[in-house]
């Protein structure tokens, strides 16, 4: 199947500081990515739709300012955690539509711990 | 969005097949259902997607009744690496957007 790639697969950092996260789609050009946040034994939550060349659309209780995504080519969307706080302790996935088959793939994931 | 009802566990054994199925019954005319397998630290890993009727792929089977209201995963001759957790999931293809439910805890055992 279609390929997502996510960048880091880990990352820590400290209190305050800001974390951007990198999603690619490396066999096909996704207008639209989504963004979704999975804490431990829980189901993943859909945090927003990224939106190529247009601002992303975001689920309901999720702050924009906080969760900045930027979507600036067909293949890229980032997703960056301003003013990290432990509790945005979390995992992050990525995930593409590929228009050749209408078919949703996911990144791996990235591990995102705030000390 | 269809919202989707799974079992929240099920067991196995080795070899045996495993069927598991989902309850959508407000599923609209144009949604499809897919099938997501999920290990823990990384993303889901599509497995299968269908309309109607039933689909097969070299992983699984998707089993879908005319009324469309449910659908069943079949899993042929499980080993301890399916050992995952499944998600169904219903929508139009066009947008993408995929809410999932809380899954269904497949473990595996020797």
């Known amino acids: 199947g279609a390929v997502v790639s996510q960048h880091p697969s880990r990352v820590i950092c400290k209190s305050g500081t800001s974390v951007k996260i990198e999603c690619r789609s490396l066999d096909f050009q996704a207008t639209t990515m989504f963004w979704y946040r999975q804490f431990p034994k829980q189901s993943l939550m859909l945090m927003a739709t990224?939106?190529?060349?247009?601002?992303?659309?975001?689920e309901q209780g999720v702050e924009k300012d906080k969760f900045l995504i930027n979507h600036a080519s067909l293949t890229l969307s980032t997703l960056t955690v301003t003013s990290a706080h432990p509790e945005d302790s979390s995992f992050y996935i990525c995930s593409a539509r590929d228009p050749r088959t209408q078919t949703q793939y996911f990144g791996p994931g990235t591990r995102l711990l705030v000390l | 969005l269809a919202k989707t009802t799974q079992p929240i566990s099920m067991d196995s054994y080795e070899g045996q097949e495993v069927n598991i199925t989902c309850s959508h019954n407000n599923i609209a005319t144009n949604d499809y259902i897919t099938w997501y397998q999920q290990f823990p630290s990384q993303g889901p890993r599509f497995i299968i997607q269908g309309y109607k009727t039933k689909v097969t792929n070299e992983v699984a089977s998707l089993f879908i009744p005319a009324d469309r209201k449910s659908s069943t995963l079949s899993l042929p001759r499980v080993s301890l690496s399916d050992t995952a957790v499944y998600y169904c999931l219903v929508g139009p293809p066009g947008t993408g957007k995929l809410i999932f439910g809380q899954g269904t805890t497949l473990q595996v055992k020797p």
């Open positions: 990224s939106n190529e060349g247009s601002k992303a659309t975001y």
